[in-house]
């Protein structure tokens, strides 16, 4: 069955080190995105790609970056600049501009 | 600029009805809705577009309001399952990626 895989689950990680969250999609679809999730905040944009090899930020990009070197993976990395990485993430796709998102079951980091 | 949603929070009993409001301060040119089931994965329910002023199944619709810039969200005879976070998310033309809302937590009870 088509979907996104994100991995891992729960991920736990020391203050400082940075971290990176997978995210794999085999639903052909060209677009990805990185979402951040605290509770009461809805969904922010941390992210996104919209082809291979080009990447825009969001609205909260500071701290994190991201690659796009296969259609299929857009994996994203906490750094240590980011000064409040503890929350859930989560990683989207879509096919084209203006269709609906498929979200993958989302990373909770942990930062202690 | 982030959506507003209104009311944060509803309760129900299994069969009554709910709305769920969505207001931005921008024009819309289209409006996303999904469901969020606690520790799950947000879940596309639809998307309305500027000109088309209603859209969806018999017991989930949602309608677009491109004057007051709003969205509803209408869910008639609500069931079990129907429980959960929804979101609305807004675009105002350009980019295409919609802003979400807060969210809207909604449960209903037997």
């Known amino acids: 069955d088509g979907g996104i895989t994100q991995s891992p689950k729960y991920l736990f990680r020391k203050e400082g080190q940075n971290v990176t969250l997978s995210c794999e999609q085999n639903?052909?679809?060209?677009?990805m995105y990185w979402y951040r999730q605290d509770p009461g905040q809805g969904l922010r944009l941390i992210y996104y790609?919209?082809?291979?090899?080009?990447?825009q930020k969001g609205d909260i990009a500071e701290g994190y970056s991201v690659s796009r070197e296969k259609k299929e993976s857009f994996p994203l990395t906490v750094t240590s600049a980011q000064k409040n990485p503890t929350a859930f993430y989560l990683c989207?796709?879509?096919?084209?501009?203006?269709?609906?998102?498929?979200f993958g079951s989302g990373t909770r980091l942990t930062v202690v | 600029q982030q959506p507003v949603q209104s009311p944060q929070a509803v309760i129900l009993r299994e069969g009554e009805d709910a709305v769920i409001n969505c207001s931005s301060s921008?024009?819309?040119?289209?409006v996303h809705w999904y469901r969020q089931k606690h520790g799950e994965a947000p879940v596309f329910l639809m998307i309305?577009?500027?000109?088309?002023e209603q859209k969806g199944h018999e017991k989930i619709s949602a309608s677009f309001n491109e004057k007051k810039q709003q969205s509803s969200l209408y869910l008639t005879a609500s069931q079990l399952s129907y429980s959960g976070t929804y979101f609305c998310?807004?675009?105002?033309?350009?980019?295409?990626?919609?802003?979400f809302g807060r969210g809207t937590s909604l449960i209903v009870h037997p």
């Open positions: 989207a796709s879509s096919s084209r501009a203006l269709s609906g998102y498929t």
């Open positions: 639903l052909n679809h060209d677009a």
């Open positions: 790609s919209q082809i291979v090899n080009d990447f």
């Open positions: 921008k024009a819309l040119y289209s």
């Open positions: 309305l577009l500027k000109g088309g």
């Open positions: 998310g807004t675009e105002s033309g350009g980019s295409y990626i919609p802003t």
